[in-house]
């Protein structure tokens, strides 16, 4: 069984990179991060126009119907997500980094494309809803190889800054939030409701798909990894000098993926906070402000923006911070601030459903999200080997939003319509911070089991 290796020993021995420049940094990073924000920009405006999506491709006689029908087809494509982590993560430990990160774009770009241009369910009847749910699939799947190859792509260029790195892929998704409540926000706001629920909604679509070409062409101009290329040449001389690894061989127990079954169900717990941080707190909060509290829609979408806003500005921040201090030290710290203040804050704002309170339930929320999910990365790939990064991260990431995230819009809905209590958004929320702090805490155990086992080997 392969335990996790402490950061200092994460990085791959083969490889000693050059100190990238300012131009390849901005590169590495946009070109990560891209694919990221493109997804989350999808997902978010899906959810925050889950109301018009419902009437337009699955019109049903009762409302709340429609709507969990529109909203569970939003769930139903991470049920692809494990699959497309397996295929696209063996493929990226395979084929290198970039060639994942150019495919998972590329599929992402059917789903959005899907949504710009799909007639209603009124002009082609059931193909519609069919067709929706194909291309959700499709996106899932893409989706689900998307994290672990990028993550791998980032971390794999830098061993001293692999927190500041990897946090970029939650400073995008903060910027896809920003992006998307804008949409929601200003399309609300500005354009009457016939022609939002006519045409209007498609636009967030239509910008998501003019992104994603861009994404691509960069993405296929990319060199791959030092760490990947070390470590491929490694193999292929092994492979033409006919042979193979012995059995007692660590690198070849950390090429086989059979043996990362206990970190990859820690990673899966580690992921629990950060996604249950964007499905409750930033999808879902529109619809509660707007159903539950009664609070005007322009007004809701804005406060998410605050939410995205210190998510996408914070991330970076604590990823650095990460670098110097450790990674476990400052999520364990949010783990148990989310865990104490999460119901008390929601029980407030019940009780005063005004923007204000749900301003400071959405900013502190946002500076939790950052300081939580920037370090994530980074300690993720510091759970798995080089030669089972890709698909480790991939596979754990995606179980963890396909339990946590994917249906917890449709739960959280579901439990307040058959029992009325609004606080049910706190509950998943603390069930979600309970087990990630117990993850870390193991995670931290096993860390430091390995230094004091390199501590007292002989040199």
Do not use: C
Request: charged letters at 10%; glycine letters at 10%; a positive charge.
């Amino acid at each position: 069984m392969h335990t996790p290796a402490p950061p200092s020993a994460a990085a791959s021995p083969h490889a000693a990179p050059a100190p990238l420049s300012k131009a390849m940094v901005r590169r590495i990073v946009f070109s990560s991060s891209v694919g990221n924000a493109l997804e989350w920009f999808d997902f978010l405006v899906y959810g925050y126009f889950a109301t018009i999506i419902a009437k337009q491709f699955f019109p049903m006689q009762d409302e709340w119907l429609s709507t969990l029908l529109a909203i569970a087809t939003f769930g139903i494509s991470f049920l692809m997500r494990p699959l497309g982590a397996v295929v696209l993560g063996m493929y990226g430990d395979r084929k290198g980094r970039k060639a994942a990160l150019t495919l998972a774009i590329a599929l992402m770009m059917v789903g959005t494309f899907t949504m710009a241009v799909m007639p209603p369910y009124a002009s082609i009847g059931l193909a519609a809803p069919v067709l929706i749910l194909l291309a959700r699939l499709v996106q899932g799947f893409a989706v689900g190889g998307e994290f672990g190859s990028a993550t791998a792509f980032m971390v794999e260029h830098s061993a001293s800054r692999r927190g500041y790195y990897a946090s970029w892929q939650f400073a995008s998704q903060g910027l896809a939030a920003i992006t998307a409540a804008a949409f929601g926000s200003l399309l609300t706001v500005w354009m009457p409701s016939e022609q939002l629920n006519s045409w209007g909604w498609r636009l967030p679509f239509v910008f998501g798909l003019l992104v994603g070409p861009v994404g691509y062409y960069i993405r296929s101009h990319l060199d791959e990894t030092p760490e990947f290329l070390a470590l491929n040449k490694a193999r292929e001389a092994r492979e033409a000098a006919g042979l193979r690894p012995v059995a007692n061989d660590e690198e070849a127990k950390g090429a086989s993926f059979a043996n990362q079954w206990v970190n990859l169900l820690l990673a899966v717990g580690i992921v629990a906070q950060s996604t249950v941080g964007v499905y409750v707190l930033q999808l879902y909060m529109p619809m509660y402000a707007g159903k539950q509290l009664h609070m005007p829609a322009a007004a809701s979408f804005g406060v998410v923006v605050l939410n995205g806003g210190l998510q996408f500005l914070l991330s970076p921040v604590m990823g650095a911070l990460s670098d110097r201090i450790g990674r476990i030290r400052i999520m364990l710290t949010t783990s148990v601030l989310m865990g104490a203040l999460i119901y008390p804050m929601f029980a407030l704002l019940q009780s005063h459903p005004t923007i204000g309170w749900l301003l400071l339930l959405q900013g502190t929320a946002g500076i939790f999200k950052a300081a939580y999910s920037g370090p994530m990365p980074a300690l993720m790939s510091e759970i798995f080997p080089t030669q089972v990064r890709s698909t480790g991260l991939s596979i754990g990431y995606s179980i963890g939003v396909t339990i946590f995230g994917g249906f917890a819009p449709t739960i959280v809905e579901t439990f307040i319509h058959l029992t009325g209590d609004k606080l049910a958004p706190s509950y998943y929320v603390l069930i979600a911070a309970v087990l990630s702090g117990l993850s870390l805490v193991v995670v931290a155990f096993r860390m430091r089991r390995v230094r004091l086992m390199q501590a007292v080997q002989p040199a």
